[in-house]
Nanobody
Framework: QVQLVESGGGLVQAGGSLRLSCAAS????????MGWFRQAPGKEREFVAA????????YYADSVKGRFTISRDNAKNTLYLQVNSLKPEDTAVYYC??????????????????WGKGTLVTVSS
């Protein structure tokens, strides 16, 4: 069982930056594929970024490539999302998620196994 708690959201002006964190509890954090997803008002939850549990390869949605960076610190049981050059369309609740243990990477909402409650990012124009 993995429990996830996001933090770091807030109100920021367009062009600004934030660093989102996701603290994980439970054993063997390093063996879980992790990801960030987001859900804007009135829209479905969508993939943002993912990181493999082995090798650390990263994956991004086209809409955030070059602006967002996902990383993990296994010693601290923490997942991060550095979000730069924010746009109003990035406004959403951002969710941290973990996939099944030992699955190399997970890129889809339906395949993620554990979810945090989310942190709200609001970007003003």
């Amino acid at each position: 069982q993995v429990q996830l708690v996001e933090s770091g959201g807030g109100l920021v002006q367009a062009g600004g930056s934030l660093r989102l964190s996701c603290a994980a509890s439970g054993p063997s954090f390093s063996t879980y594929p992790m990801g960030w997803f987001r859900q804007a008002p009135g829209k479905e939850r969508e993939f943002v970024a993912a990181i493999a549990w082995i090798g650390g390869r990263t994956y991004y949605a086209d809409s955030v490539k070059g602006r967002f960076t996902i990383s993990r610190d296994n010693a601290k049981n923490t997942l991060y999302l550095q979000v730069n050059s924010l746009k109003p369309e990035d406004t959403a609740v951002y969710y941290c998620a973990a996939g099944p243990q030992y699955t190399i990477v997970v890129l889809t909402t339906s395949d993620m196994k554990y979810w945090g409650k989310g942190t709200l990012v609001t970007v003003s124009s």
